[in-house]
Structures are given as structure tokens and as C-alpha cells.
């Protein structure tokens, strides 16, 4: 069983910074990505970022490419999302995910991001 732990979440005005992480703890598993998704009020669960574990390389959806940056501690199983130049559109739930080699996916609780105009 894998559990992700998240923290970093809060409020924050348009323009400001939050760093999210999440580690990974458990037995058995084998990391292929981590990376994070979020869900505004209303919508669908999205896809933000996410880096591969072993080569460290990194996705971007295209509405915060620029913004946000994705980086690792394979040490600490430990993935970060350094969110920058905030905006009130970026509010939402963000969720860690942890996608092992055997394709199984597993998620954090989610922590609340909230950018105020």
C-alpha cells in the first residue's frame, strides 16, 4: 500500500508563491512518475504537472508552463510543485498522484489552494 502526504496548500493573493509536496511512503512499490492534478469547484479533475522519476523529466499543461515547476527528492520520496505568479484561476484542490510500474495509480487527500483577487 502506498500513502501520499501532502502540505504546502493555503491562501495566497494573485501574484504570490506556494510550494506544494507530497512523500511517499509505503512498501512494495516502485515509482514511474509523480505528479499533481487539481479540481476547481464545478469542474473535472485536471492534470498539471508531473516529472518521470528516474530521468527527471517534466510535463506541463499549457496553462501554467512558465509558472509552476515540478522537481523530485528520490532520497525522501518526495515530489514538489513551486507555484509561482499566482492567479485567481489556479484556485482549486490539487491532488498528488504517484503512478508505480505496474501502472497502478494512487492519490494524496488533495490540499486546498485558494488565490484571491
Known amino acids: 500500500q502506498v500513502r501520499l502526504v501532502e502540505s504546502g496548500g493555503g491562501l495566497v493573493q494573485a501574484g504570490g508563491s506556494l510550494r506544494l509536496s507530497c512523500a511517499a511512503s509505503?512498501?512494495?512499490?516502485?515509482?514511474?512518475?509523480m505528479g499533481w492534478h487539481r479540481q476547481a469547484p464545478g469542474k473535472e479533475r485536471e492534470f498539471v504537472a508531473t516529472i518521470n522519476w528516474n530521468s527527471g523529466s517534466t510535463y506541463y499543461t499549457d496553462s501554467v508552463k512558465g509558472r509552476f515547476s515540478i522537481s523530485r527528492d528520490n532520497a525522501k520520496n518526495t515530489v514538489y510543485l513551486q507555484m509561482n505568479s499566482l492567479k485567481p484561476e489556479d484556485t482549486a484542490i490539487y491532488y498528488c498522484?504517484?503512478?508505480?510500474?505496474?501502472?497502478?495509480?494512487?492519490w494524496g487527500q488533495g490540499t486546498q489552494v485558494t488565490v484571491s483577487s
Open positions: 498522484n504517484l503512478r508505480a510500474w505496474d501502472s497502478r495509480d494512487y
Open positions: 509505503g512498501r512494495s512499490f516502485i515509482t514511474y512518475t
